[in-house]
Structures are given as structure tokens and as C-alpha cells.
């Protein structure tokens, strides 16, 4: 029996120590197409995807540069989702900032080599430029509750600071529980005292991150678009969600609208990666939310947008984590328990 699934597509922060050797681990029968990538890595005089994942040190300073982590999560969760069990139908496709530029090339509407021009041009200039930074805070309590006032007040926090003379603050993403903020460090470094310290680490500051969605990086989105046209955009073989939450139907997509939208909007404006989430719940009712890899960090907001929602009756963490026991809603393919349920 055929089984649905919102396939979805991480983004920057997920490749990590544990992560080292992941191509080589899961996808060694995917050689000719890590072959393209390390070309298009090689004419660029950046060290190839494979070396990089065959390397027997990590180190964070080196591996969350966007340069080098855009390409590395491409290519894994990439290859996850063509290493799909054939009995899985996915009946939709999105992802989590970064992992939008994924999901286009899962879904069809980059070719695989034209999606990592696309990961690999951005990256490289997210790292080049490195405007601003990043940091994450929980707004929902440890039972996942949804906590709209608590929300409302952090995100007024952000908005007094960032009206302030030299500070820059937004929101970047709506995380699930989580809300990403991104700034220049006058405002980041304005907001990190005026919360209360949470499960000892947070407010926290995402290591070489710039300030993604906010309009600091219009520069990046200029410069985008000045190297990747539009004629790179097909219509998608499957819908995709965006981070507005909008559908792009494949046979009615404007192709230039997609583009304009992913080197535009996506880059400048805040990312709501719950109601992704939540339309995909909502329109396709599907069996399986799938995540792929690299890491397993975006279950938990995946999780969270769904309980937020009250998908299935889920109302909170221990709702979720009995509904999870009981029949696996939520796969993570960086999760080596899961994996095999998404792969067969």
C-alpha cells in the first residue's frame, strides 16, 4: 500500500561532527552524481563535496561557513530524497530556509546540477558578504504549548530594538517553538540580555550565520540575481510549499515568478517555516512527514508546528511522542532508528 509523505528539506546548521562521512555512509551508489557537484566545486576553486565529507577532522569554524555547508546539505539531502522507499509517494515538497533551494531540485523544478549552482552561489555569497547574524529563542514552554502572547512580546523586544539609532533586529524565522532573529550585532547583541537564560543556552548565536531573511541581505539577493536567471526554473514534478506557506502547483507555476520569489522575497523577508508546515498538514493530509538528512535538529520544529496546529489531536509534546510510538508520523532520515522506515 502506497504511503504520502510532505518530504521535507533542512537547512544550514544541520551538518555536523556526527554528520562527517554521510555521503559516503548512505549514498556510496550515488557517486556520478557527486561527481557534478565536485566539478562544479573544482571550477570555482573550492574543495570538492567528497573530500570535504571524507575528511577525518571537523571543525566548526570551517564547516558552517556557508560556502561549505550549503553544498554539503545539498548534496545529503538530495540524495536522501532520491533514496526514497518505492512504496512512498511524496505528495508535496518544502523546507527550512536554506533547504528551500533543496526542495526546488527535489521537487523538479531545478534540475540536480542547477540546484547546487543555485545552494553553491548563495552560500559562497551569504560567506563573502556575512552580513549581520543570527540567534535562536524558545517562545513555547517544554510541553511544546503554543504561546502566542509570549511570542507577541519577543517579537515587540525585537521591534523597540531595532528602532533604536545603529541596531538592526527582525524576526528571520518562525521555527515551530523557536523564533530565529537576525541582525547586526548591535541589535543581536541588545536582545541577549534583556531575556531570561533558557535551558541554559539560550538565546543562541548561530556560528558564521548571517542575518538569512531580513532585508540586511539585499545585497546577496542583488548579486543573486545577477548570476543565476531565471531559465534555470522548470515547473515542479510535485507541489511545493514556500516560506509563506503558498502552493506551487506543478502545470500552473509562473517560472519567472519562482524565480523571482526565491532570489527576492525568500532572501529578504522573514521565513515561516510553521506554516509551511501546516499547509502541508492541512491541504495534503499526508501518512509521513519526512525529513532528510543531514542532522536530526528539525524534527523537533517539525514536530512542534504540527502540535501548534492540533494535527491529529496532538495538543503537546507527550501527545506527539505517544502518537510517535504508537505509529511513526515523523521520520528523520539523519536518525539511524528512522532512517530505514523513509528507505524501506
Given at each position: 500500500m502506497t504511503r504520502t509523505a510532505v518530504l521535507i528539506c533542512p537547512g544550514r546548521g544541520t551538518y555536523n561532527k556526527a554528520e562527517l562521512g554521510y555521503l559516503h555512509r548512505h549514498h556510496a551508489d550515488k557517486a556520478a552524481l557527486f561527481a557534478g557537484f565536485d566539478a562544479q566545486r573544482r571550477d570555482a576553486g573550492q574543495e570538492e563535496v567528497t573530500a570535504l565529507d571524507a575528511a577525518t577532522r571537523f571543525s566548526v569554524s570551517k564547516y558552517s561557513r556557508g560556502d561549505i555547508a550549503s553544498s554539503l546539505i545539498y548534496a545529503s539531502s538530495l540524495a536522501d530524497a532520491q533514496s526514497l522507499a518505492e512504496d512512498i509517494e511524496v505528495v508535496v515538497v518544502t523546507g527550512n530556509s536554506m533547504g528551500w533551494y533543496i526542495a526546488l531540485a527535489a521537487a523538479g523544478a531545478l534540475n540536480a546540477a542547477d540546484g547546487f549552482k543555485v545552494v553553491n552561489t548563495m552560500g559562497t555569497l551569504m560567506q563573502e558578504q556575512l552580513i549581520g547574524g543570527q540567534l535562536v529563542y524558545p517562545f513555547a514552554g517544554p510541553d511544546w504549548q503554543n504561546d502566542p502572547a509570549r511570542k507577541a512580546d519577543l517579537l515587540a523586544l525585537a521591534a523597540e530594538i531595532n528602532a533604536r539609532e545603529g541596531h538592526d533586529l527582525a524576526l528571520s524565522i518562525d521555527l515551530g517553538g523557536l523564533l530565529v532573529l537576525a541582525g547586526n550585532e548591535a541589535g543581536l547583541a541588545a536582545f541577549e540580555p534583556a531575556v531570561p537564560v533558557v535551558d541554559e543556552r539560550f538565546p543562541m548565536r548561530l556560528a558564521n550565520h548571517a542575518a538569512f531573511h531580513t532585508a540586511l541581505q539585499a545585497p546577496v539577493a542583488a548579486e543573486g540575481r545577477k548570476r543565476l536567471g531565471a531559465d534555470l526554473f522548470t515547473q515542479?514534478?510535485?507541489?511545493?510549499?514556500?516560506?509563506?506557506?503558498?502552493?506551487?502547483?506543478?502545470?500552473?507555476?509562473?517560472?519567472?515568478?519562482?524565480?523571482?520569489?526565491?532570489?527576492?522575497?525568500?532572501?529578504?523577508?522573514?521565513?515561516?517555516?510553521?506554516?509551511?508546515?501546516?499547509?502541508?498538514a492541512y491541504e495534503f493530509a499526508p501518512d509521513l512527514f519526512i525529513v532528510t538528512g543531514p542532522g536530526t535538529t528539525l524534527g523537533g520544529a517539525v514536530a512542534q508546528s504540527l502540535v501548534h496546529c492540533g494535527w491529529n489531536g496532538m495538543t503537546g509534546k507527550a501527545a506527539f511522542k505517544a502518537r510517535q510510538a504508537e505509529n511513526p508520523l515523523l521520520v528523520s532520515m539523519g536518525d539511524e532508528a528512522q532512517r530505514g522506515i523513509a528507505t524501506g
Open positions: 515542479p514534478n510535485v507541489p511545493l510549499i514556500d516560506g509563506r506557506g503558498q502552493i506551487w502547483w506543478p502545470g500552473a507555476t509562473d517560472t519567472q515568478a519562482l524565480w523571482d520569489y526565491t532570489l527576492g522575497h525568500q532572501v529578504v523577508e522573514p521565513y515561516d517555516f510553521t506554516r509551511a508546515v501546516q499547509n502541508a
